[in-house]
């Protein structure tokens, strides 16, 4: 995605630093910037900016106001970038648990303002990567589970090996055009279901 394309909403109550801001970015070729000074609704704004980044400036946030963005910053799943005039570790380590991807304390600069932009989407892309892959191989491993259940199910109620019973899984998935995890998902109900009928 290009520098032009991205939509970039900008959150701070001080006009002044806002503008300087909006500055970088322009300066940096992104032309898609909405500044907003009020933070009250927040949420429903960026319901309907859908900016692909958010910056948020907080001058001189007490803990309330920190704690509202990073609940903020939880609930968007967009890279965010956010800029304080200080900060202690506590907040710091609260910013990064609530997924802030650039926490930068005391750093308002006109040219500061793309890198740490870019490396806020970077961290974003990366981490979402990261949380993508756990998800599909966690999900790998609960299919895995599932097909060694189908084909136990095979191999006890048709008297198969091992071998026949994932076959026999997988000409069915072809044959159906459905994925063998699907197949053994719906072989392991089934024989939930008829349960009790076994052995009559």
């Known amino acids: 995605m290009s520098a032009g394309s991205l939509t970039i909403l900008v959150i701070d109550e001080n006009r002044i630093r806002a503008s300087i801001i909006e500055a970088g970015l322009r300066d940096a070729g992104h032309s898609h910037v909405t500044v907003v000074h009020d933070v009250a609704g927040i949420a429903k704004r960026i319901a309907e900016i859908e900016p692909d980044v958010i910056v948020i400036d907080l001058e001189n946030p007490n803990r309330d106001m920190l704690e509202n963005m990073f609940q903020l910053s939880r609930a968007v799943k967009r890279p965010i970038a956010m800029f304080v ?9 609260a910013a990064v648990e609530a997924g802030v991807s650039a926490y930068v304390v005391d750093g308002l600069k006109k040219e500061r303002i793309k890198p740490i932009l870019d490396m806020a989407i970077s961290r974003f892309n990366a981490f979402s990567r990261m949380a993508r892959e756990l998800e599909e191989a966690r ?3 609960e299919n895995r589970k599932v097909v060694d259940r189908a084909k136990g199910i095979l191999m006890k109620s048709r008297g198969l ?6 076959a026999l899984l997988r000409k069915t998935a072809m044959d159906q055009n459905r994925k ?3 197949i053994a998902q719906s072989l392991v109900t089934a024989a939930g279901l008829l349960g009790p009928l076994e052995g009559e």
């Open 139 to 141: 999900s790998e491993l």
């Open 180 to 182: 063998i995890a699907d």
């Open 85 to 93: 005039d200080r900060s202690d570790r506590a907040s710091i380590e």
């Open 161 to 166: 090996s091992e071998e026949a019973a994932y």
